[in-house]
């Protein structure tokens, strides 16, 4: 595989609070661009609770993206392949690595973008140094929350960090929705954050059966509706446009300043 002198697109997915879906998410999407034949990689840039070998199931590798940040492998040499779809992955290893931080993501991320279109980060949760530089290393970011209220305020403090660094934000994936009527609607969530919400995802037992067959749900399941709207998900990503995007930004903005004048 040659790489490329062009860069590829990189996508953080990230959160204010733990366990909304951030790693489903980067799996599926990951699974979506594979099953289409665009040549992607996810970083599992959770380097303290690395899940993403764990949800496919990858072997057990000593060299991870610890070892990648350290300067002590290349990221060809730990890169590893999801068995039954191709998928490629750069770990984090599981084994307690003592000073790697992700300092040094922004080299590591622009170095794979040169050899993959596009370069999926899934974050540890949180506003921390960690998270600090995966909003750096990447291109864009996916804000990823649960319906209700605390998950929406700490998607909203990643949202203002992101445009106060001038950093663009693709939207806000709204995942594990019930429907229930005490849930947060998408006009509301668009209101909190000032962001477009791209999809909601339902909350699906096929996610979690997903996981316990270590094959993410796009190819598990892919008529369940979880996977129905990953899918959806993934294609409204890679198909707009910066500008279609930032027009979609501007639109919700303006929608969010007429509904305070009216209410
Ligand atoms: N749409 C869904 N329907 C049902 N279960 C879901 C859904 N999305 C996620 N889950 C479940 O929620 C759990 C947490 O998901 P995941 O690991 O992707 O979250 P995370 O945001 O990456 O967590 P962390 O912040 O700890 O890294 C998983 O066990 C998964 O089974
Ligand atoms: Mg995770």
Known sequence: MAPSTTSGTSIGIVSGRGGVGKSILAVNLGAVLTKRGDKNIIIDADISNPSIGLHL???????????????????????????STGMRVLPSSLKYSRGASLRNLARVVNEVGKAYDFTIVDSPP?????VMHILDACDEIVVVTTPDVPGVSSATKIIQLCKEN???VRGVVVNRCTGAPFELTVREIESMTESSVIVRIPEDRT??????????AVYYAPDSPASRKLNEFALSLIQAGPRETERAGVMSRFFAWLRKIFS
Not at 207 to 216: K, L, N
């Open 57 to 83: 199931g990858l072997p057990y590798s000593p060299t991870g993206l610890q070892d990648v940040l350290l300067e002590h492998k290349h990221f060809r040499d730990a890169i590893l392949a999801h068995p």
């Open 126 to 130: 949180g506003i921390t140094d960690d």
């Open 166 to 168: 001038k950093k663009r």
């Open 207 to 216: 996610i979690p059966a997903s996981i316990s067959m270590r094959v993410p």
